[in-house]
């Protein structure tokens, strides 16, 4: 798939997501769930990193978009876990609150996984099918961990330049003692076995389609 595709794909997904968020402000005369326009920026970052790396030939050029990819890819599916804000609020129906972070979470697992995939062809290109499939499959338990990172201890993914000191030290401390850090664990191999679930679905549906439309065209 050309690389303008998706990103433009990307776009008007996320107009459809800032739109609702617009219009809640306005029905609602109050900016709750800002938040969630910055989290989609956030989500939409390792797609603009895979685009670039689709772009590169050379590992020693590929290698830093890779590694930058893997430190903003957990934002996508992080925002599956703003669903936890979801409440009834004055001014707004339940259901629109409910519309709304429903697109925003589903936009940005879309974001997550075309970026993955990018990645992953990448990988694949340069070493081997198998090698890319491992990629994935540590990306996404992860990506597992960087949801606990941010929901749980408010971490986020440009501490590890501003405060890496504090950020390694909280990490470290789960890895050290990992059975005083059940929930760690429990968030990590569950979103992690979640996202592996839903990427697999994912790709059979994306390969599907794909093998219809050459069936189509060879026709």
Known sequence: MPVFRPLAIAAIACVW???LLGFRFYWSNHGYFAFMGWNLFLAAIPLGSAALLAKVDRWRFGAPLVAGWLLFFPNAPYVLTDLLHLRARPGVPLWYDLLMLLSFALVSLWLGFQSLHMVQTWVARKTSRAMAWSFVGVSLLLSGFGIYLGRFLRWNSWDIVSNPIALLGDIWARFADPLSHGRTWGVT????????????????????AATAASRDHAD
């Open 17 to 19: 997501c800032l739109s």
């Open 189 to 208: 191999l569950g979103f992690g076995g979640l996202l592996l679930v839903a990427y697999l679905f994912w790709m059979f549906s994306v390969t599907t």
